[in-house]
C-alpha cells in the first residue's frame, strides 16, 4: 500500500516553505503530448493513475485498479489554474501547481487542499 503525507499539505504550507507557483507556461509545458504518472487519495484509498495529455485539450487515464476514463484538460492563463474535467465519474478540479524538489503538486484553487502530486512527466504518448 502507498504511504504518503501530501494529503497533510496545503497550499499555504508549500508556498511558505518557498516554492514558487507553476506558471500558466510551465504547466501548459507540462500537460502538452506527455504521459503523466501521478499519485492521489480518494476516500481514504491510495490510487497511481497514468494519463496521456494531448495538444488539443484531450486526457484519457487509468488507475492502478483499473478504473479508466476521458475527459479534457485547459489551463486558464490569468490564473495559472490547471483544471480537469472528466467525461465519467472521476472528480473535476481546478487547481495551482508548485513544483516540489523533483515532482508537480497540485492544490484546489478555492480551499488550497491537496489534490494531486504528478511523480512522473514523460514526453509523448505511451501507453497507458
Do not use: C
Not at 476514463?69 to 478540479?93: F, M, P
Amino acid at each position: 500500500m502507498l504511504k504518503s503525507t501530501d494529503n497533510t499539505l496545503t497550499r499555504d504550507i508549500i508556498a511558505a516553505q518557498g516554492h514558487m507557483m507553476l506558471s500558466a507556461k510551465e504547466i501548459q509545458d507540462i500537460f502538452i503530448q506527455a504521459t503523466i504518472t501521478a499519485r492521489y487519495l480518494y476516500h481514504n484509498t491510495w490510487y497511481i493513475a497514468k494519463t496521456n495529455s494531448y495538444k488539443d485539450g484531450r486526457i484519457e487515464g487509468q488507475n492502478n485498479v483499473g478504473s479508466y476514463n476521458k475527459g479534457r484538460w485547459s489551463v486558464d492563463t490569468t490564473n495559472n489554474t490547471l483544471s480537469l474535467e472528466w467525461d465519467g465519474y472521476w472528480e473535476d478540479w481546478t487547481a495551482i501547481g508548485y513544483k516540489v524538489n523533483d515532482e508537480f503538486m497540485f492544490f484546489d484553487e478555492d480551499s488550497g487542499k491537496w489534490r494531486i502530486t504528478l511523480i512522473l512527466v514523460e514526453k509523448g504518448i505511451l501507453p497507458i
